[in-house]
């Protein structure tokens, strides 16, 4: 059995609603300063556009984790 890490974040947009953004394969050990620093790069670096205009402003940001088991089928 196997853990996998997603993590989510959400920015509000220029028109002030909400757009999300999911990063799986995150290593469990990301921290809260990590996760600050990749959404303002985010956010400074203009790279994501929605139908709301782009991202301005952080919003919220979670780290889920998944238990994954592989079976052998033969």
């Known amino acids: 059995m196997d853990m996998e890490y997603t993590l ?3 920015f509000l947009t220029e028109a002030g609603t909400k757009a999300s953004l999911s990063i799986s394969g995150v290593k469990s050990t990301v921290t809260e300063a990590e996760v600050n620093a990749l959404m303002d ?3 400074s670096k203009n790279v994501f556009k929605t139908n709301a205009g782009a991202f301005v402003k952080k ?3 979670k780290l889920t984790a998944k238990n994954v ?3 052998s089928i033969a």
């Open 8 to 10: 989510s974040m959400t």
């Open 41 to 43: 790069t985010i956010i």
């Open 59 to 61: 919003a919220d940001a």
């Open 69 to 71: 088991t592989d079976y």
